[in-house]
C-alpha cells in the first residue's frame, strides 16, 4: 500500500517560512518523480515544485521562483519544500505527489503523478 503523508503545515505571518515534509512508504522512492501541488480556496489545483528521480532536474511555477526549494533524500524516503518569504497568496492545501514519470526529469503536468497525499494546510496571515 503506497502512502505520502505530509506534515510541517500551519500557520505564519507573511515574510515567515515553512517546511513541508512528505514522508513516503510503499514504492521504490528512487524511481519516482516527486512534487507538490496546492489548492487555495475557490480556485483550481496549481503545480508548485517538481524534483526529478536523480534529485539532478527541479522545476518550480514562477510565482515561488526563488522563494521555495525542494528537495528528496532517497535514504529517507523523504521529499521536503522549503517556503522562505511567505505571502498570504501561497496560502492554499499543498500536496505531495510521486509519480513514474518515463525519464530523469520533471513535469508540472498532474495527470503525470500516479499518487497523491492528503494534504497539509498552509495558512500566511498579513
Known amino acids: 500500500q503506497v502512502e505520502l503523508v505530509e506534515s510541517g503545515g500551519g500557520l505564519v505571518q507573511a515574510g515567515g517560512s515553512l517546511r513541508l515534509s512528505c514522508a513516503v512508504s510503499?514504492?521504490?522512492?528512487?524511481?519516482?518523480?516527486m512534487g507538490w501541488f496546492r489548492q487555495a480556496p475557490g480556485k483550481e489545483r496549481e503545480f508548485v515544485a517538481a524534483?526529478?528521480?536523480?534529485?539532478?532536474?527541479?522545476g518550480y511555477t514562477e510565482s515561488v521562483k526563488g522563494r521555495f526549494t525542494i528537495s528528496r533524500d532517497d535514504a529517507k524516503n523523504t521529499m521536503s519544500l522549503q517556503m522562505n518569504s511567505l505571502k498570504p497568496e501561497d496560502t492554499a492545501v499543498y500536496y505531495c505527489?510521486?509519480?513514474?514519470?518515463?525519464?530523469?526529469?520533471?513535469?508540472?503536468?498532474?495527470?503525470?503523478?500516479?499518487?497523491w497525499g492528503q494534504g497539509t494546510q498552509v495558512t500566511v496571515s498579513s
Open positions: 505527489v510521486a509519480g513514474r514519470y518515463g525519464s530523469d526529469y520533471w513535469t508540472p503536468n498532474e495527470n503525470e503523478y500516479d499518487y
Open positions: 510503499g514504492l521504490t522512492f528512487s524511481r519516482y518523480v
Open positions: 524534483i526529478s528521480r536523480s534529485g539532478g532536474n527541479t
